[in-house]
């Protein structure tokens, strides 16, 4: 019988306010909808804001998400549908290498060990939160020009600001530092696994996306992958988001009944 219960994991610079309408969606749908915040990320977009910088921020391991999120796994009465954006992504599909999930959609995910790319926009929006010159002790909190660039590339400004204003706050240097060598048995079965792009995300660009998917190889597992056109990074929040949405739920009715 297929799962019933969601779990949406937010990425890096967000909160699980980005989720809400995604989990209202879902609950529409019949499923139970959750969407835990990563450990400290359950206060306000403002609270986190004025307390930058803060020592529990700057502390955040990608370690700490994962055992985090497993123990909002463990407390269900069955194993979730993963999903994830961003850091999140690349949390689902560590989680789902675990055996943790009855089936995984990975959104603009945030790439393991030995998916990589050298082109310019993913190293111009990821280098405020990689650079070696900054101390990983000092929490980073992005910027209204980085956020335009990274996330909202090519949106009217109002939404753009309105996205800023509404889900941005400050995050660790370690997370991103430690998803640089989160290794995945690309070779081993797994639940079915979905990966979604957006045609222009700067940070995590398409190409990126599908060098990811394209790395599970066990032919008796199912792999998906899908680019949507127009999309940035904040795919999960532009106006059309909905569209995204219906495709995730019609491919758990498809591939992961």
């Known amino acids: 019988m297929a799962s019933r219960t969601v779990v949406f994991v937010h990425g890096m610079y967000m909160t699980p306010a980005c989720w809400s309408e995604w989990v209202a969606y879902f609950s529409s749908k019949g499923y139970r909808a959750v969407a835990p915040a990563w450990p400290g990320r359950d206060r306000s977009v403002e609270a986190l804001r004025q307390a930058h910088p803060d020592p529990q921020t700057a502390a955040l391991r990608l370690q700490d998400i994962l055992d985090s999120v497993s123990r909002v796994i463990a407390s269900l009465d069955e194993k979730p549908i993963l999903v994830g954006h961003s850091m999140g992504g690349l949390v689902v599909q560590l989680l789902s290498a675990q055996g943790k999930a009855a089936a995984t959609v990975a959104i603009d995910s945030a790439p393991p060990f030995g998916v990589f790319t050298t082109r310019f926009s993913f190293l111009k929006a990821n280098w405020g939160h990689v650079t070696p010159f900054a101390s990983l002790a000092s ?12 996330f909202v590339n090519g949106m009217p400004l109002a939404e753009q600001r309105a996205a800023y204003d509404a889900y941005v706050v400050p995050e660790s240097r370690r997370v991103p ?10 070779s081993r079965p797994h639940a079915p696994i979905l990966f979604i792009a957006g045609a222009n995300d700067n940070i995590i660009p398409a190409p990126l996306n599908a060098a990811n998917a394209s790395k599970y190889s066990d032919r008796d597992s199912i792999t998906d992958f899908t680019e949507f056109p127009g999309r940035t990074h904040f795919i999960i929040g532009q106006p059309n988001w909905r569209e995204v949405a219906d495709y995730i739920s019609d491919w758990l009715g498809r591939r992961a009944g």
């Not at 929490?139 to 990274?150: I, S």
Request: hydrophobic share 50%; proline share 9%.
């Open 177 to 186: 530092r430690d998803s640089l060598f989160a290794r995945i048995d690309f």
């Open 139 to 150: 929490p980073v909190a992005m910027d209204f020009p980085r956020f335009q660039y990274a």
